[in-house]
């Protein structure tokens, strides 16, 4: 069992708490003593520790993590989703590792929405750190194919501007994995195991794996809470860990819920005492809404699958100069796929002898999709009192962009020599159901209170000796993938709170 008394509880060790952890044990000092603080990191899912090797992978890990469905139920994700993982490393094991870095118009978005600071000057330092640190660059020439250069051609001759994707990997030999939430046995890519953990417990931080935070102890004083430690579960036991500082790391999901278990929420939530009152708690909900694409298929393949295509070209579409209703294609032609995948591609023949041939021959390097996000939507997401994740607010922007992105989709795929084009009369339909990807916001921080959970020093603010830093915090989504913005927010909110809290 862990001991019961800490300067500092991390709960959550996904992205972002790694970084905190390391950083703030590396350079963070006891306020009163001077120190070395005493840290736990606390995660739901377990652990398994060695030393990082980028491209070999450590014993244990290689032989937990697998790229082979059949140890599907080993991967940790919650609910199928790999933005949500119960494991140290959290979905930094399970991202697609493409990199896509904060863009200036999501700088000015986070602004405008919530007032906060997080300009591009003031996190200069922390996108630096987490490219070097995750050896952020673009996907090399030599794993090309000839699918993504015929799209770079094309919408090139169109007018539009496609660049080249990042990626996040080091010694990589592009098996084409990482576009499944199969972890990388090989550790190729980046991850906070094999970048900040490595750190933490050089510095002291005690990593508390298998370990459900249950809920926050929250006193009353006044008209304020106050946090003093955490109510804990492992291996079928619950104990009391006291904290003088609770940070909360666990997604876009997890904050949200383990602040309301503690009695810090909306007044209604399944019949929870709520303490202390914040409207704010699960809601305010940004990500990219889920749409249809379009897909098309080619005579000839656009790829060998000698490499499996990981990323190609993306290219950026707006209709605003602020960059609202902003649509972001992703080019991925010649992608290799598992077979499960493979076999049911909508272009396979249904079954039988036609149906193993396509298999066998790889047909589905002859399809290609392109699938426009709509990464500056115009609806949110909200937790309602049961619970439940629901998408709502004003769609129609969100609507006529998705069916816009669509027809630039088909007439690139129609120029690039698509055959069988899917129809546009697909429907875009949004509902309190629909899904989507790289939410964020739940908690999200801003100056004014009454549309905000924490400031801009990731402090609640109406709890004290609480902050919670995370995907949740962040106030709008990015443009692509919030992998990499969320790691480089974290780096700079690390030096925040070491200078407001630990120095």
Not at 84 to 111: C, N, T
Not at 242 to 253: N, P, T, Y
Not at 378 to 403: C, E, F, M, N, V
Request: charged share 25%; proline share 6%; aromatic share 8%.
């Amino acid at each position: 069992m862990a001991e019961t008394k800490y300067d500092l509880a991390i709960v959550g060790a996904g992205f972002s708490g790694p970084i905190l952890a390391a950083k703030i044990a590396e350079k963070g000092v006891h306020p009163q003593t001077g120190d070395r603080l005493k840290i736990a990191l606390i995660e739901a899912g377990p652990y398994f520790p060695g030393e990082p090797r980028p491209g070999y992978g450590s014993p244990l890990r290689r032989q937990m993590f697998t790229n082979l469905e059949d140890n599907y139920d080993g991967t940790y994700l919650w609910d199928n989703d790999r933005s949500r993982a119960k494991i140290v490393g959290g979905s930094s094991l399970h991202w697609g590792a493409q990199a896509f870095l904060p863009f200036e118009a999501d700088y000015l978005h986070w602004q405008k929405e919530t007032g906060v600071d997080w300009t591009q000057e003031n996190l200069r330092e922390g996108v630096a750190e987490i490219r070097r640190e995750f050896n952020v660059h673009p996907f090399p020439g030599e794993i090309d194919t000839p699918g993504n250069q015929l799209f770079y051609e094309v919408a090139s001759g169109m007018g539009y501007d496609p660049k080249r994707q990042e990626g996040a990997r080091r010694n990589c030999i592009y098996c084409g994995f990482c576009n499944s939430p199969m972890m990388c046995k090989y550790e190729s890519r980046a991850s906070t195991v094999v970048t900040y953990i490595p750190v933490a417990e050089k510095n002291g931080v005690e990593i508390i794996p298998d370990t459900h935070v249950e809920k926050i102890l929250i006193d009353l004083q006044g008209e304020r809470g106050v946090a003093r430690g955490l109510v804990c579960s492992s291996g079928g036991s619950s104990y009391e860990l006291e904290a003088d500082k609770i940070i909360v790391s666990g997604g876009f999901m997890g904050s949200p819920l383990l602040l309301m278990r503690s009695g810090y929420g909306p007044r209604e939530w399944r019949g929870n005492p709520i303490i202390v009152e914040n409207p704010n708690v699960g809601q305010h909900i940004d990500g990219h809404a889920r749409t249809p694409g379009v897909s098309a298929l080619f005579d000839e393949p656009m790829g060998d699958g000698d490499l499996a295509n990981i990323g190609g070209y993306y290219m950026i579409h707006d209709e605003q100069a602020d960059g609202e209703g902003r649509l972001l294609f992703r080019a991925g032609f010649g992608s290799m796929r598992l077979p499960s995948q493979a076999a049911l591609n909508s272009y396979a023949p249904w079954y039988g002898r036609e149906h193993k041939k396509w298999i066998k021959e790889k047909g589905v390097l002859r399809t290609g999709s392109l699938s426009p996000s709509n990464s500056k939507p115009s609806g949110r997401w909200y937790i309602d009192p049961d619970g439940q994740l629901l998408y709502g607010g004003d769609h129609s922007r969100t609507i006529r962009r998705a069916k816009e992105g669509r027809a630039i989709a088909y007439e690139i795929l129609e120029k690039m020599g698509g055959k069988q084009i899917s129809s546009l009369d697909t429907p875009v339909t949004i509902t309190p159901r629909t899904g989507g990807s790289h939410k964020v916001g739940s908690c999200r921080a801003g100056e004014d209170p009454r549309t905000s959970v924490v400031n801009q020093y990731f402090e609640s603010h109406d709890v004290d000796n609480l902050l919670v830093c995370d995907g949740s915090a962040i106030p709008r989504v990015t443009t692509g993938n919030t992998g990499t913005p969320q790691a480089s927010l974290t780096v700079f909110a690390a030096g925040r709170i070491i200078k407001r809290h630990f120095s």
